[in-house]
């Protein structure tokens, strides 16, 4: 066991300095206005103790002004923190559009990921250094939480949605990978390590992993095991909509709305198809909830990505 | 009256059990209160101990991951329901709200007695929870976890805090049907002590939350006995819904618990400064404030649960925003003891320990209100560290101070000052050993509620540990000389610190109803600095004003 | 200490206003509760609206118009035993007092036939019973019945109450003096209306949605 005692956590992700920026302001700030706050209440608590000489005359007795001026600081200092950690923050919804993009299933107690190319690893995570990173996060049974401390990152994998993290790892090394959201019995043991490479590592790494089916062609046979392909293939009897190239585009419903073929629009219509119906299409689909888990969902998620036009993570390997 | 020809006190009304256990006076319902919830606090301080002691090794070796799980979970609703929700508001508060506004009782003194017969109700279903197994969702009963996953006995443990609730609800009408209509003649809103501001403000938090958590609790129920799936993704509901509710409910909760701990500091600080509270508008209405701001930031809890980043953002400004009442009342209290006369009893030092703790408690609530610091911190033991700083060391300790404060009024008896200025030390030293290493973990990437940690934690978790006993000394020390001072403390005179307020006018004990007249009330609140108290300092009794 | 109920108050008119109060303060706190679980259907109709839409279809609308007119009734019975308690006229007070509790009671009945008749039809997803729906979507129509047993129920407690304290009301009665009788006409009056109001709001929501 080591002696060093740990002051402050490694900055190992491009998000890390940023954040600590943010952080150790905060500390400054918070240790002058406590320190000097004390001081004050020391000080006056020494200085007029019952029976020191000290001078009591001129009691202030109009304390407006006083109340004004603190108030106004306070709310400017508090919007200048405010401002700082929503832009920092805002970020986190904008991945780099080239991310490479991995997926990671938490259930109870292990997190399983999934990179591009089909590799499947159980509370490790591997991930070249300097690549950006979107992890997008499902859950199998309850809430998990996605937290490397490091990164300075933390993403709840919440049932029932996709959620998304990412990040640029700076510094080759091990890190710790926690689950933060409680999750029962083993939630302590819920976890592992992260593990940066340096790219031609991660390539070499992946290599060793053997050869499996990216994760698109897993979703591809389910796509067909499934009676997908049936009704969405080119030529099928029943009419429903092509899937070539969806994601990301905009699909008219036949409520006279609009929505954004993402994600959430696709799993929504894996699980429920009768939410939101696109314009022309008769509800016949049957909802496959229940029928796939969330293992399997992500695979045709990737399946259906990679057929969309644009270089999206999941058509590279 | 004089010492000569004193009443009856309430405390000579009868001591057999019925008299006690069927009184509507206020001043004994308060009794009854203050028994029950310390049989709570160290039930509840007792698993904390299990549980730091637990964390002193990396290795899960004192107690199962099982056990490990329900020890906090119950220390968690322990604490907040059975603890800190109910603490200032129904003992302190229940004694002295009457006696603060010359008033003989509660409006409904009825209805009081009902909500402790209705808390003892509720409390038995967490006791049974306890006993019969334990809980295992942690205080927040996040779904699906609570409603799917769980094995414990979730639904009795929820149904009890559901039905102290109604107590909650009770409790806090009654407050504010009291202060409405039963102030004293003269007793005009902005001569009202802060003590009753913040029990105000407090009550229409208790009865304006308290029905989102039972709804939310009710939810939670049908869902693990009847199988309805509001919460349930697989039948259509939504998990994060529950967080929405709950945390509407809890972080409000979080005002129910400290602000009466403010109003407490509020009376402490002029009495032992002779001087009167800096900005006394400002402390009152930033109460109200912080009441009315509290409603609006639940959605802190939830950066990093995947709710809409702008919905986050919005949260995050307004909890900036609810942190500047609590920095305008800060400030106030530390000008008050500007040239004042200064003497450090028991409860002024609590006070000052007080005002330390929640600085630097508040502050780091700063840091989990900034948006991209929190996604680090969320979840760690920077959290756990910041709000045990204000939970215990501000509100727990704001409750030592009035307890000291106001025991010779609610005994008649003087305990010894040397043992409470030691046991305030002790606490002090131990709260902070304590806590303090935990702000380190959190930064340092300790989440939460894990029974075992990485080695190279332990050297923070060991001081943790170490401070958990020094501070269970220092809780431990006033159940031995407040509990002599009832038997061999010195007789209290009726206003022992000089205090102005009018529960100090009337005989310590007070009387079964209190004042003998009704008093009339020329003053502002904490008059110190007026010349007729300069008199009445020597002359402790004194007559209630015709 | 003449004409209080209690030595807390020097007077009964103050005693008057703090009963009134207390009642309005305990009508705000549950009108959060009813606000969180109508919040809750809000948001779930959101996400859901068509196949809440068609479950709603379901329901039985002469029904709930039935209860709805009933409760609408009870709410006037309750208002002339209020005028009449005001003007001492103490013995059609108390038979506007039973009216409104047994109109109370024939919505309970009603609401229980109705009940009968969707557990009948295998609409009730309660305590493992089976879920037979045939139109589309019968997971979310699942989750709209879930809510309105839920909303229903509660609201059907909160009338209970409202009976029960009408009992109590009456039971007391003949040893009240006359100004507490006035006092609790006025008050349990003032929950009855709420409890009222409250359905006002049910019946459009889980009955009238898109329909």
């Known amino acids: ?317 | 009256m004089t010492s000569a020809m004193m009443p009856s006190t309430y405390l000579a009304e009868g001591s057999s059990p019925g008299a006690w256990l069927l009184t509507t006076d206020h001043k004994r319902v308060a009794w009854l209160y203050l028994v029950s919830l310390t049989a709570f606090f160290f039930l509840g301080g007792a698993m904390a101990v299990l549980m730091r002691v637990e964390l002193a090794t990396p290795a899960g070796d004192l107690v199962a991951d099982d056990i490990y799980n329900r020890l906090f979970s119950l220390h968690g609703i322990i604490m907040v329901w059975f603890f800190l929700v109910p603490s200032i508001p129904a003992t302190l508060g229940n004694f002295l709200l009457p006696l603060m506004i010359g008033a003989r009782d509660l409006a409904f003194p009825r209805l009081n007695l009902a909500s402790w017969y209705v808390f003892i109700f509720g409390s038995l279903f967490a006791l049974f929870s306890v006993v019969a197994g334990g809980v295992d969702t942690g205080w927040t009963f996040y779904t699906p976890l609570s409603t799917l996953y769980a094995n414990g006995f979730v639904s009795t443990a929820a149904l009890g805090v559901f039905i102290v609730g109604f107590s909650t609800i009770m409790t806090g009408i009654n407050f504010i049907v009291t202060v409405h209509t039963l102030r004293a003649p003269g007793l005009t809103w902005f001569r009202l002590p802060i003590f009753v501001w913040t029990l105000y403000a407090t009550s229409l938090v208790m009865v304006l939350a308290t029905p989102v958590l039972a709804a939310s609790l009710i939810l939670i129920v049908l869902e693990r006995v009847f199988g309805i799936g509001i919460f349930n993704p697989d039948l259509g509901g939504d998990p994060l819904l529950f967080q929405h509710l709950f945390w509407f409910y809890s972080h409000p909760a979080v005002y129910i618990m400290i602000l009466p701990g403010m109003g407490v500091v509020s009376e402490v600080l002029p009495c032992f400064s002779r001087r009167p509270l800096f900005g006394y508008k400002a402390v009152a209405l930033s109460s109200m404030a912080i009441a009315v701001f509290g409603f609006l930031v639940w959605g802190h809890h939830m950066f990093v649960s995947g709710q809409s980043a702008y919905g986050s953002v919005i949260f995050s400004f307004l909890s900036f925003c609810v942190a500047i009442p609590s920095a305008i009342k800060v400030f106030n209290w530390s000008l008050t003891l500007r040239k004042g006369e200064i003497s450090f009893e028991t409860s002024m030092l609590y006070a000052l320990f007080f005002l330390g703790l929640f600085t630097f408690g508040g502050l780091a609530g700063l840091f989990l209100a900034a948006l991209a610091v929190d996604v680090h911190l969320h979840d760690t033991y920077f959290v756990i560290a910041h709000f045990h700083y204000i939970m215990v060391g501000g509100m727990v300790t704001a409750y030592m101070a009035g307890l000291h404060f106001w025991w010779p009024k609610l005994t008649g008896r003087m305990y010894s000052e040397t043992a409470g200025r030691i046991a305030a030390t002790v606490t002090f030293v131990g709260f902070n050993l304590t806590f303090f290493p935990q702000y380190m973990l959190g930064f340092d990437g300790m989440p939460r509620r894990y029974h075992t940690y990485p080695p190279e934690f332990q050297f923070w978790h060991v001081l943790s540990s170490a401070g958990a006993v020094v501070l269970a000394i220092g809780y431990l020390m006033p159940l031995f000389y407040l509990g002599s001072s009832l038997f061999r403390g010195a007789r209290a005179p009726d206003n022992p610190w000089n205090a102005t307020g009018l529960e100090w006018q009337t005989s310590s004990p007070p009387p079964p109803h209190n004042f003998e007249t009704i008093p009339v009330v020329t003053r502002p609140a904490y008059a110190y600095d007026m010349k007729g108290l300069e008199h009445e300092r020597f002359s402790p009794h004194r007559p209630a004003p015709p | 200490m003449s004409g209080t109920e209690s030595i807390v108050f020097d007077s009964p008119r103050r005693e008057w206003r703090a009963d009134t109060f207390a009642m309005w303060v305990f009508v705000g706190s549950e009108a959060m509760l009813f606000g969180a679980i109508f919040l809750v259907f809000l948001f779930a109709h959101i996400d859901f609206g068509p196949a809440f839409a068609s479950a709603s279809k379901h329901l039985s609308l002469p029904l709930g118009t039935f209860n709805t007119a009933v409760l609408i009734t009870s709410s006037f019975t309750m208002a002339l035993a209020h005028m009449f308690a005001l003007h001492k006229r103490w013995r059609p007070a108390v038979w506007s007092l039973l009216a409104t509790s047994s109109l109370g009671v024939c919505f309970l009945v009603v609401k229980g036939i109705e009940y009968g008749k969707e557990i009948d039809e295998g609409l009730a997803p309660l305590l493992g019973l089976p879920f037979r729906y045939a139109g589309p979507d019968p997971v979310h129509a699942e989750f709209f019945f879930s809510l309105y047993f839920t909303m229903t129920c509660l609201h059907a407690l909160h009338l209970v109450g409202g009976i029960l304290a009408i009992a109590g009301l009456l039971a007391f009665w003949p040893k009240a003096r006359p100004g507490n009788r006035q006092r609790r006409v006025v008050a349990v009056g003032l929950y009855w209306h709420f409890v009222d109001i409250v359905w006002v709001f049910m019946f459009p929501v889980l009955y009238l949605i898109n329909r």
């Open chain 1, 1 to 317: 066991m080591s002696f060093g005692v740990p002051f402050f956590p490694q900055e190992a992700s491009s998000e890390a300095g940023h954040v600590d920026a943010l952080f150790y302001t905060l500390l400054a700030f918070a240790v002058v206005l406590g320190l000097s706050l004390t001081g004050l209440v020391v000080g006056y608590a020494v200085k007029y103790r019952v029976g020191s000489p000290a001078d009591r005359t001129g009691r202030r007795s109009r304390t407006m002004a006083l109340e004004i001026a603190w108030t106004t600081a306070s709310l400017i200092i508090a919007f200048i923190f405010f401002g700082w950690g929503a832009v920092l923050f805002v970020r986190r919804e904008h991945p780099p559009a080239d991310a490479l993009e991995i997926t990671g299933l938490g259930k109870q107690w292990m997190w399983e990921f999934r990179h591009p190319g089909g590799q499947r690893e159980i509370n490790e995570l591997h991930v070249p250094v300097g690549k950006a990173v979107v992890v997008s996060l499902a859950a199998q049974d309850v809430i998990h939480s996605f937290y490397v401390p490091a990164f300075r990152i933390k993403q709840d994998a919440v049932p029932g949605r996709t959620t998304h993290i990412w990040f640029i790892a700076t510094e080759p090394g091990r890190y710790h990978l926690f689950c933060a959201q409680y999750c029962g019995t083993q939630h302590s043991e819920m976890g592992g390590w992260v593990t940066v490479m340096a790219p031609e590592q991660y390539t070499s790494w992946l290599n060793g992993q053997g050869e499996g089916d990216t994760l698109a062609a897993s979703g591809e046979k389910l796509f067909r095991a499934l009676g997908c392909s049936g009704c969405h293939g080119a030529g099928s009897k029943v009419r429903a909509p092509v899937l070539e190239g969806i994601f990301g585009r905009p699909v008219a419903l036949a409520n006279q709305q609009t929505v954004i073929a993402d994600e959430r629009y696709l799993r929504d219509s894996i699980l429920n198809p009768n939410k939101e119906i696109a314009a022309g299409y008769e509800p016949v689909m049957p909802s496959f909830d229940g029928l796939i888990d969330e293992g399997e969902l992500q695979m045709l998620l990737a399946y259906l990505k990679s057929l969309s036009p644009r270089p999206s993570a999941g058509t590279k390997t």
